[in-house]
């Protein structure tokens, strides 16, 4: 046997489904391959269930089986260890069966999100100042905004059905903050990350227009405890800057 | 730019300690060591970390995932990258495994033994040369651990590597640890594997704790306490070769940063006797 051709073969041993001892022994001492086959499953599972802990407790015994399809069908491709649950999570996104319980999915986007946004880089924003209507907003870019139905924020209330708009952000000191948003909102904080050229006051009577909201003294006032709110945990950073001429 | 060279007793910097760790800055600590691959592409609390890292002691990178007996291409974009990360740090050489890590975009994230082969050696040659270019500075490869017979002698795998530092150039960053455990599990004199070895290649010492499974096979954990048979063998070891940095390991069922400091103790006491006997 090449060199090439063993070390595939382990690799495809440690990855695969469970082999026969006959299909070990052409590589080695079935007992001890079984030793590496379970130490490497064991370190990458140990970096999901680090990363998402409540996901793998609410999949149950399901979780096992998605993480062996995950090694045996999607692969490991990261280099980086603690991008793996990252890689599970996309491989998840559209292959959870029916059968596991309905808030699985949900932790499961909440919780590779916050992961995400604790670890990942981000590019930096843009130079941005004291926030105007003038001006386009500028928000941070380690930022997600999820639409889920049920109550996985809260912890312990999980399986609580209910329709919940979260948006998830890395804070000042590298913490994952979180706002619970109405619609409104959730469309207002849409349009800021997708209109970057649009000013703040654009955006806020577009958003308005199109969900049939009147721009009264109290949807003045909500919208200000808003910005003040988004402001200050961090996920509004002020307004662009004027190019200096 | 004067690269700052490693001297006396370093820690591995985990994420899971990292934080006590630089807001104590404790004096017996000489240097701390790091995984590039836990801190490149990475955002949070990561970079403002190795950055504290570097302005209180010395920087040693040790890799994961270069193992240099993958016997597929490099990536070029990430040895760039880390060329880069490696450069920005400054530092006097780069250390991997002589190991199987995976292949074909897929990564393993485990240190898979070679077969102490011929084959296997120019593999492993060709890939520290390649390294070495890319990185524009020296590598040091570690000796790994292993559960599974790769040759008829475990003595096998020393001459082994001997034959890659000779061919390659490379340095040899020793874990003493691995020879222990594998002269345990594979039943050799681990002062005969320590004697094969050239003293002149070894840029840094590797120490950590392993555990004995019920059926007698040990693992390297990177989880327990220093078992004394291993400090006897670094005792050896610095006797032959002379002071070396020695890095402390300790990845997993991470204790109180007084229990880590209290081994880093011991090993600048085993340390200091080679030292004083250098300048002797």
């Known amino acids: 046997m090449t060199l090439e051709a063993r070390l595939f073969g382990m690799q495809a041993a440690f990855l695969g489904p469970e082999p026969s001892d006959d299909a070990l022994a052409a590589l080695g001492n079935p007992g001890r391959l079984r030793v590496y086959r379970a130490l ?112 996985v924020d809260v912890p312990g209330e999980a399986q609580v059905a209910e329709s919940r708009i979260l948006s998830l952000h890395r804070d000042r000191h590298h913490r994952v903050a979180m706002l619970v948003l109405n619609e409104t909102s959730a469309a207002l904080l849409e349009a800021m990350g997708a209109s970057p050229d649009r000013t703040l006051s654009d955006i806020v009577q577009d958003v308005a227009r199109a969900r049939g909201v009147a721009i009264t003294p109290s949807f003045i006032e909500k919208l200000s405890t808003l910005l003040e709110s988004m402001l200050a945990k961090g996920l509004l950073l002020g307004s662009l800057r004027a190019p200096s001429r | 730019m004067m690269r700052t060279p490693l001297r006396g007793v370093g820690l591995g910097l985990r994420s899971d300690m990292a934080e006590a760790f630089l807001e104590r800055r404790p004096s017996e600590v000489d240097f701390v060591e790091i995984h590039p691959e836990n801190y490149m592409r990475r955002g949070g609390r990561f970079p403002a970390l190795l950055e504290a890292a570097r302005r209180d002691y010395p920087v040693g990178t040790h890799g994961l995932t270069m193992c240099f007996g993958s016997p597929t291409r490099f990536d070029d974009e990430y040895l760039r990258d880390l060329r880069a990360f490696l450069h920005d740090l400054d530092v006097g050489f780069h250390s991997d495994h002589l190991c199987f890590g995976g292949a074909h975009g897929i990564f393993l994230h485990d240190l898979i033994p070679l077969p102490f082969t011929e084959e296997a050696a120019r593999l492993c040659v060709s890939r520290i040369r390649e390294a070495q270019d890319a990185l524009d500075r020296p590598v040091a490869v570690e000796n790994v651990s292993y559960y599974l017979a790769q040759s008829e002698s475990g003595l096998d795998e020393a001459h082994f590597l001997v034959e890659v530092l000779r061919e390659s150039g490379a340095l040899l960053l020793l874990d003493v640890n691995n020879v222990y455990v594998n002269s345990r599990n594979f039943g050799f004199d681990p002062r005969a594997y320590v004697d094969l070895l050239p003293a002149d290649r070894i840029a840094q010492i590797h120490i950590a704790g392993h555990v004995v499974r019920d059926d007698g096979l040990r693992i390297d954990t990177h989880g327990e306490p220093i078992c004394d048979d291993v400090y006897d063998l670094l005792d050896y070891t610095l006797g032959r070769v002379g002071a070396r940095p020695i890095l402390l390991e300790r990845d997993n069922n991470i204790p109180s940063l007084d229990a880590m400091l209290d081994e880093v103790r011991l090993l600048r006491a085993i340390l200091s006797r080679h030292t004083a006997e250098d300048a002797a």
Do not use: Q
């Not at chain 1, 096992?64 to 890689?87: C, M, N, Q, S, V």
């Open chain 1, 40 to 151: 490497v499953r064991a370190g990458l599972f140990d970096a999901v269930r680090r990363a998402l802990p409540r996901t793998v407790e609410a999949l149950g015994a399901d979780a096992e089986t998605l993480f062996d399809a995950f090694l045996a069908e999607g692969h490991p491709k990261t280099r980086y260890y603690w991008r793996i649950p990252l890689e599970l999570a996309g491989f998840l996104e559209t292959r959870l069966p029916a059968g596991v319980p309905p808030h699985a999915r949900d932790l499961l986007r909440y919780e590779s999100n916050r992961w995400r946004l604790r670890n990942e880089a981000f590019d930096a924003p843009p130079e941005f100042t004291s926030l105007s209507f003038d001006r386009p907003p500028v928000l941070t870019p380690a930022r997600a905004l999820l639409r889920v139905g049920h109550r």
